[in-house]
């Protein structure tokens, strides 16, 4: 099992910054792949950032990138969602998400945490 909790979403206007954090605990967390996803209203869930269990490896949505940068702190066991150059239509609520790497889903949610970008 791995518990998340996410913070760090908030207001912010057109073109400025946040950084999100989701801490792990419970299962090793350095055994998990980690994600980062949104939902924004009457939209389906879509997947962000993804970041390998040592680091090395990432992956970005288009529509992030150049922009967003995971990473991710073993030893703190925390992910990390940088966002720069936020538009209006980056406002939803993110998601970090566990996958164990003997698995191919998602096992784990947090909770979510907003974000709201005015224009």
Same mark, same amino acid.
């Given at each position: 099992?791995?518990?998340?909790?996410?913070?760090? +979403?908030?207001?912010? /206007?057109?073109? =400025?910054?946040? *950084?999100? @954090?989701? !801490?792990?605990?419970?299962?090793?967390?350095? &055994?998990?792949?980690? +994600?980062?996803?949104? /939902?924004?209203? =009457?939209?389906? *869930?879509? @997947?962000? !950032?993804?970041?390998?269990?040592?680091?090395? &490896?990432?992956?970005?949505?288009?529509?992030?990138?150049?922009?967003?940068?995971?990473?991710?702190?073993? !030893?703190?066991?925390?992910?990390?969602?940088?966002?720069?150059?936020?538009?209006?239509?980056?406002?939803?609520?993110?998601?970090?998400?566990?996958?164990?790497?003997?698995?191919?889903?998602?096992?784990?949610?947090?909770?979510?945490?907003?974000?709201?970008?005015?224009?």
């Amino acid at each position: 099992q791995v518990q998340l909790v996410e913070s760090g +979403g908030g207001l912010v /206007q057109a073109g =400025g910054s946040l *950084r999100l @954090s989701c !801490a792990a605990s419970g299962a090793t967390f350095s &055994s998990h792949t980690m +994600g980062w996803f949104r /939902q924004s209203p =009457g939209k389906e *869930r879509e @997947s962000v !950032a993804v970041i390998s269990w040592r680091g090395g &490896s990432t992956d970005y949505a288009d529509f992030v990138k150049g922009r967003f940068t995971i990473s991710r702190d073993n !030893a703190k066991k925390t992910v990390y969602l940088q966002m720069n150059s936020l538009k209006p239509e980056d406002t939803a609520v993110y998601y970090c998400a566990a996958r164990p790497l003997t698995r191919q889903s998602y096992d784990y949610w947090g909770q979510g945490t907003q974000v709201t970008v005015s224009s």
